[in-house]
């Protein structure tokens, strides 16, 4: 069974999935994190973030590898864990235009199906996971939530790094990353057809995942059934 968690940024995306592949037992693919690597490697560059030559450039050499032996994966950007570099503010700025650039979304989108090939039990989050790379998944989730609550949630996250945080600036960020994805030529943002929305504004992470994983087993009771 494939679980697609779609939504843009600050709705819980990453938190949900992998908390629900821990219920299930199932692999968890990030693929938000796959995204903030070639965004770090092109920072490394100092690559030009609105050159879409530069960045593809970047994109093809970056060796993006998880390890599904631990949890969650650990991932890896040409042989080095950069996991815990890829939520700081710049990566993500970063991969926010590296997420409109046809080519590489192209080269993403193919290593995210090999890896679903791979991996048959798998919950998978993006902005185009049920509508691209796994359109035919069993289970299609949309999480959405206020900008406002999204920028609250990724301040908290980033003071707990201890970042400084001008909330305002973020909400403006997060409004215009989806202004971006909802309009880019290239698996936009949308509701995959057929796909649960859930509003994550008041809900807690707790329900959210209870809601996903209850609906899974139900799936997973009626396959055993027939």
Not at 77 to 103: C, M, Q
Not at 145 to 150: D, I, N, S
Not at 160 to 187: N, P, T
Request: aromatic share 4%; glycine share 8%.
């Amino acid at each position: 069974m494939v679980i697609t968690i779609d939504g843009p940024a600050g709705t819980g995306k990453s938190t949900v999935a992998q908390k629900v592949a821990e219920e299930l037992a199932f692999d968890f693919l990030d693929t938000g994190a796959m995204y903030r690597a070639i965004g770090l490697a092109a920072l490394r560059r100092h690559a030009n973030l609105e050159d879409e030559r530069e960045l593809t450039y970047v994109a093809r050499l970056a060796r993006i590898a998880f390890d599904f032996s631990v949890r969650p994966p650990a991932i890896t950007l040409n042989g080095e864990p950069v996991g815990h570099l890829l939520r700081a503010g710049d990566a993500t700025r970063a991969a926010s235009f590296v997420a409109v650039v046809p080519a590489v979304r192209e080269l993403l989108v193919k290593q995210q199906q090999e890896i679903g090939a791979s991996r048959p039990n798998l919950v998978t989050e993006g902005r185009d996971q049920g509508t691209v790379v796994f359109p035919r998944a069993e289970l299609k989730f949309y999480l959405d939530a206020t900008p406002a609550e999204r920028a609250r949630r990724r301040a908290n996250q980033l003071r707990g790094r201890g970042e400084m945080v001008d909330i305002a600036m973020l909400q403006k960020q997060i409004m215009d990353r989806d202004w971006r994805d909802a309009r880019r030529a290239v698996s936009p943002l949308m509701v995959p057809p057929g796909a649960e929305v859930i509003d994550t504004t008041d809900m807690p992470l707790e329900g959210v995942v209870d809601c996903i994983v209850g609906t899974a087993r139900q799936l997973q009771k009626g396959a055993v059934g027939t």
